[in-house]
């Protein structure tokens, strides 16, 4: 019997605990042994590797986070730790890894896997920024994107009734992602990410027609990347003549019970990925394009720049000009 370890790396999402279930799950149905590695790459190089069952992930299904934890590791970047993290999965007989992270996670695993050719790895695109270069969906984007629709809902109660504009800062690291889908699924007025150069003064004009049409509130979403939430929030007071509020989502974001569809994601992520790893893929991404799975190396998508779909900037671009 093969053993087969999982790891999460970088920014947890929801939807990794479902991953974990249908990871200890389908190795089991795949005559593998799991295994579970806590606190991502550090547990790694920490040796925190243990045999996992079905009794570890009973009732974690829909619990955001993860529950063998994640982490950034520095150590990780170094030679003589990712030597000791081979070391420890030779140790254990680990035959198959699969990581669950973002771009810097795959670029770790990229180098492990350079380093240890008798080991098989595959990664999952696990981040709510939605940025990996190769797929169009990430674990855990649709749970981050109900949480920020709740959060701007909510707000929207409150700004309606105090006559006031609120700039929503909204995660997604250098990618607008999020934002853009926040801005356009909420009915924000105002959306400022870092792929749609934009014109204050073609929003004042806007915004001042409308507030003499009677308009007394606004909404603008900002990507965290463009760090200006208080130079925009001053903007509405100064330029438009209405009280403002700036509102972080911050972590907030990252959690909440995982929707459906991160949940079958999840499922279908782990059962790709186990799946290539056993027909001898070594060294791959698992991808959602099109509506289907696929493998892609993880050279063509650990170093390339992810780019929002034409489509849906299309839709991002008639902000500031037509609202
Ligand atoms: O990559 C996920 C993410 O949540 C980004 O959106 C954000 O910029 C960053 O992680 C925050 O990192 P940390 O949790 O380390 O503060």
């Given at each position: 019997?093969?053993?087969?370890?999982?790891?999460?790396?970088?920014?947890?999402?929801?939807?990794?605990?479902?991953?974990l279930?249908?990871?200890?799950?389908?190795?089991?149905?795949?005559?593998?042994?799991?295994?579970?590695?806590?606190?991502?790459?550090?547990?790694?190089?920490?040796n925190?590797?243990?045999q996992?069952?079905?009794?570890?992930?009973s009732?974690?299904?829909?619990?955001?986070?993860?529950?063998?934890?994640?982490?950034r590791?520095?150590?990780?970047?170094?030679?003589?730790y990712?030597?000791?993290?081979?070391?420890n999965?030779?140790?254990?007989n680990?035959?198959?890894?699969?990581?669950?992270?973002?771009?810097?996670?795959?670029?770790?695993?990229?180098?492990?896997s350079?380093?240890?050719?008798?080991?098989?790895?595959?990664?999952?695109?696990?981040?709510?920024?939605?940025?990996?270069?190769?797929t169009?969906?990430?674990?855990?984007v649709d749970t981050?994107?109900?949480?920020?629709?709740?959060s701007?809902?909510?707000?929207r109660?409150?700004?309606?009734?105090?006559?006031?504009?609120?700039?929503?800062e909204?995660?997604?690291?250098?990618?607008?992602?999020?934002?853009l889908?926040?801005?356009?699924?909420?009915?924000a007025?105002?959306?400022?990410i870092?792929?749609i150069?934009?014109?204050?003064?073609?929003?004042?004009?806007?915004?001042?027609?409308?507030?003499?049409?009677?308009?007394?509130y606004?909404?603008?979403?900002?990507?965290?990347?463009?760090?200006n939430?208080g130079?925009?929030?001053?903007?509405?007071?100064?330029?438009?003549?209405?009280?403002?509020?700036?509102?972080?989502?911050?972590?907030?974001?990252?959690?909440?019970?995982?929707?459906v569809?991160?949940?079958?994601?999840?499922?279908?992520?782990?059962?790709h990925?186990?799946?290539?790893?056993l027909?001898?893929?070594?060294?791959?991404?698992?991808c959602?394009?099109?509506?289907?799975?696929n493998?892609?190396?993880?050279?063509?998508?650990?170093?390339k720049?992810?780019?929002?779909?034409?489509?849906?900037?299309?839709?991002?671009?008639?902000?500031?000009?037509?609202?």
């Amino acid at each position: 019997m093969k053993n087969i370890a999982i790891l999460c790396s970088g920014g947890d999402v929801s939807g990794m605990n479902a991953a974990l279930k249908r990871f200890v799950e389908y190795s089991f149905a795949k005559g593998l042994t799991p295994y579970f590695i806590d606190n991502g790459y550090e547990g790694l190089i920490d040796n925190k590797i243990y045999q996992a069952g079905y009794s570890d992930v009973s009732g974690i299904i829909s619990r955001g986070g993860t529950k063998i934890r994640s982490s950034r590791s520095k150590r990780f970047r170094e030679q003589t730790y990712r030597k000791k993290a081979i070391d420890n999965l030779k140790m254990h007989n680990i035959s198959y890894l699969v990581v669950l992270g973002g771009d810097g996670s795959f670029k770790g695993m990229q180098k492990l896997s350079e380093e240890s050719e008798e080991i098989g790895f595959s990664a999952i695109p696990s981040t709510i920024d939605n940025d990996i270069a190769g797929t169009d969906y990430c674990l855990g984007v649709d749970t981050a994107l109900n949480v920020i629709k709740y959060s701007i809902d909510s707000i929207r109660d409150t700004a309606s009734s105090f006559s006031r504009a609120f700039v929503i800062e909204v995660m997604g690291r250098d990618c607008g992602y999020l934002a853009l889908v926040s801005a356009l699924t909420s009915g924000a007025e105002m959306c400022l990410i870092p792929e749609i150069p934009y014109d204050l003064e073609s929003y004042k004009e806007n915004f001042q027609g409308q507030m003499k049409d009677g308009r007394g509130y606004f909404i603008a979403v900002v990507s965290e990347a463009m760090k200006n939430a208080g130079t925009i929030s001053q903007w509405f007071e100064k330029e438009i003549g209405i009280e403002s509020r700036v509102m972080s989502l911050g972590h907030i974001q990252r959690g909440g019970n995982p929707t459906v569809y991160d949940r079958l994601m999840a499922f279908h992520f782990i059962t790709h990925a186990i799946d290539g790893l056993l027909e001898g893929k070594k060294s791959a991404v698992v991808c959602y394009n099109t509506g289907g799975f696929n493998h892609k190396k993880i050279e063509d998508v650990a170093f390339k720049k992810y780019k929002i779909n034409p489509s849906l900037l299309k839709l991002g671009q008639e902000y500031g000009h037509t609202i």
